[in-house]
């Protein structure tokens, strides 16, 4: 079944945290992040911002605090089990650190089908800012669905 176009547009439902610095810090061990800048407050102070900055790639996941980030996908009718992340750009307006409260808001920009309806594309593109409205960086997600019985 292909995902109705008519979505497009919609708005997803905002997203707040405040960034802690403890988190941070087991982000950036995740990724394999060393570079003290982002696990050390005095290096942090040392280069210049006043706490640990956001790694690159977090604010990714701040999406990912929402009671149930994949909602929007299942009103959409799709199947979790035949999704798959197909492409992650940022647009850095400026640094966050720990400390900011951020809050992304996103929207569903696109949606369309290639392979005969055998894969559906969602495009979702998120603006991420402070609590002052500040613009910290745009994302674009594009979420790529395999539908069972489409196309070939």
Do not use: C
Not at 68 to 94: C, N
Not at 114 to 126: I, N, P, Q, R, W
């Amino acid at each position: 079944m292909s995902i109705d176009p008519a979505a497009i547009g919609t708005e997803l439902e905002p997203v707040a945290i405040t960034v802690d610095a403890a988190r941070l810090r087991f982000f950036a061990k995740a990724i394999g992040e060393t570079n003290p800048v982002y696990i050390d407050t005095d290096a942090a102070q040392a280069a210049g911002h006043p706490d640990l900055p956001v790694p690159p790639t977090f604010l990714f996941s701040i999406e990912l605090d929402s009671p149930d980030p994949f909602a929007w996908m299942s009103d959409l009718g799709v199947d979790l089990r035949f999704v798959l992340h197909g492409e992650q750009i940022f647009t850095y307006h400026s640094t966050a650190h720990a400390g900011d409260t951020l809050t992304a808001r996103s929207t569903i920009t696109d949606i369309y089908s290639k392979k005969g309806g055998a894969l559906d594309f969602v495009v979702k593109d998120t603006a991420v800012t402070r609590a002052d409205g500040s613009a910290v960086a745009d994302l674009r997600a594009v979420l790529v669905v395999r539908n069972p019985g489409g196309g070939q």
